[in-house]
């Protein structure tokens, strides 16, 4: 065995040269560095980290099997390989789909594509905003569960399509009609395009970060589901608490009070530059009155 060893080393290892290093050479290292950290980041939201863990596994076992000269599960292996390819690109397909949105949903291509000329007419006013925040927190006293998604820059006609179109002006008196237990409304989401309701009942994605608290319900993790493959804003009302939170680019914060959602609102309101600036403060403040959900928050 301790033969078999030396041979790999002396076949692998020792003949291995420092070859000249050039700054094209360095750029490529840079890119493939933050091309690989991305990925990982992203994987570690995602089913695919389990994936990859057993992977790892994998390969480590057939590394041993190469370093012995095991022939017939090397020739496994090798035969394996494309139909593994394949399976995994069965297996992650959800995933795949979801990162391939998040990347197009990237400003640099949107301002970029000619198909995003239109996206500043989604304008929400202060009168829908008022509204909001006032229906929130009625239906948030009586603990009357509620799940408002506001479209952005990126369309969201896809889950609209899935609901039962309203097109009416936004009142805090209508949104407490549709979320009112037992009426046929109440059940699912209501999408916001400007200041119209554009419908009801919608179905949204549920998130599948592992990261999420195993206390929150199906509101929340849709509310949060939506916020990931879409730049869209989502402010969910807890049936069992009354609690009123928001969820944006994949984080949820919970526990608002009047002041901290209004703040949160008023991203609808910022023009692309502006809202890119004050975007940012939304992942470092979190707004007032409010907290960032973490295992330990309930719903």
């Known amino acids: 065995m301790l033969t078999q060893l030396t041979s790999f080393i002396e076949k692998y290892i020792?003949?291995?040269?420092?070859?000249?290093?050039?700054?094209?050479?360095?750029?490529?290292?840079?890119?493939?560095?933050?091309?690989?950290?991305?990925?990982?980041?992203?994987?570690?939201?995602?089913?695919?980290w389990s994936l990859l863990k057993g992977l790892l596994v994998i390969l480590a076992f057939f590394l041993v099997a190469a370093m012995f000269n095991m022939s017939t599960i090397l020739f496994i292996a090798e035969r394996s390989l494309y139909v593994a390819a394949v399976a995994m690109v069965v297996i992650l397909q959800p995933e795949l789909r979801r990162a391939l949105e998040q990347l197009g949903s990237n400003k640099i291509f949107s301002n970029m594509s000619l198909l995003d000329s239109d996206k500043y007419s989604n304008a929400y006013s202060v009168h829908t905003i008022d509204e909001i925040v006032k229906a929130s927190f009625s239906m948030?006293?009586?603990?009357?569960?509620?799940l408002m998604v506001f479209e952005r820059q990126q369309t969201l006609s896809e889950y609209e399509k899935t609901g039962i179109n309203i097109d009416a002006s936004v009142s805090s008196q209508l949104l407490i009609n549709i979320f009112e237990h037992n009426t046929p409304l109440h059940d699912g989401a209501v999408i916001f395009r400007g200041d119209r309701v554009m419908s009801a009942t919608c179905y949204l994605p549920l998130s599948e970060n592992p990261n999420l608290s195993k206390a929150l319900g199906t509101r929340h993790?849709?509310?949060?589901?939506?916020?990931?493959?879409?730049?869209?804003?989502?402010?969910?009302?807890?049936?069992e608490s009354g609690k009123v939170s928001v969820a944006c680019g994949g984080e949820l914060y919970n526990g608002l009070n009047q002041?901290?959602?209004?703040?949160?609102?008023?991203?609808?309101?910022?023009?692309?530059?502006?809202?890119?600036?004050?975007?940012?403060?939304?992942?470092?403040r979190g707004g007032r009155g409010d907290k960032k959900v973490s295992k330990e928050n309930n719903e």
């Not at 993790?221 to 049936?239: F, M, P, Q």
């Not at 703040?263 to 470092?284: C, I, P, S, V």
């Open 14 to 48: 020792s003949s291995f040269r420092v070859p000249t290093i050039r700054l094209s050479d360095v750029i490529e290292i840079v890119i493939l560095s933050v091309v690989v950290y991305y990925i990982m980041a992203w994987m570690r939201k995602t089913k695919a």
């Open 140 to 146: 948030g006293r009586v603990k009357t569960g509620a």
């Open 221 to 239: 993790r849709a509310g949060v589901g939506i916020s990931e493959v879409t730049d869209a804003l989502v402010v969910i009302v807890s049936e």
């Open 259 to 284: 002041e901290g959602l209004r703040e949160k609102l008023e991203l609808l309101r910022e023009a692309d530059g502006e809202e890119n600036r004050r975007g940012r403060r939304l992942h470092q």
